[in-house]
């Protein structure tokens, strides 16, 4: 009895002391992290890829899509797990995920909508393609 007493101590000991790194899979790009414009410019479609920028918009009834932005570009995102979410704290906080891209098709209605989220003004006529960045990992800060 007192062994299992211990070992159920020392479990719970070592589960408080460790601090998860990420949210979602767990990390597992090795190159270079990338900008969101690195990102675009190559297109780097259906690769595994870890990039960084500055959390732009928040979906602010879920968390369920972002908006992820460098210097000169930005991209939505999106997580492919649903349990995930970003919280409204983390808006203008430079933070890095783990995803791949994807192109997506979308109507003339919801184009003009994604638009304004990320702060562009446009008309647009027909369905678009347009990139989304699907999430697997959130690294978090230590």
């Given amino acids: 009895m007192n062994i299992f007493i211990i070992l159920i101590c020392i479990i719970t000991l070592n589960s ?13 790009f090795q190159g270079q992290t990338l900008t969101v414009s690195q990102l675009l410019n190559r297109n780097l479609k259906q690769t595994h890829v870890r990039i960084t920028g500055k959390v732009a918009n928040v ?12 210097k ?3 991209i939505r995102c999106v997580f492919e797990n649903p349990s995930i ?8 906080k430079t933070m890095s995920f783990e995803g791949s891209l994807i192109d997506q098709i979308i109507d003339e209605e919801t184009a ?3 638009a304004k989220q990320e702060g562009r003004d446009v008309h647009v006529s027909g369905k678009q393609r347009i990139s989304v ?10």
């Fill in 85 to 92: 979410n970003m919280d409204q704290v983390n808006m203008h």
């Fill in 112 to 114: 003009e909508e994604y």
């Fill in 133 to 142: 960045f699907v999430i697997s990992t959130i690294l978090l800060e230590e």
């Fill in 59 to 70: 979906c602010k009834t879920e968390g369920c899509w972002f908006i992820l932005q460098d």
């Fill in 72 to 74: 000169s570009q930005s």
């Fill in 16 to 28: 408080c002391t460790k601090n998860k790194e990420y949210l979602g899979k767990e990390p597992t």
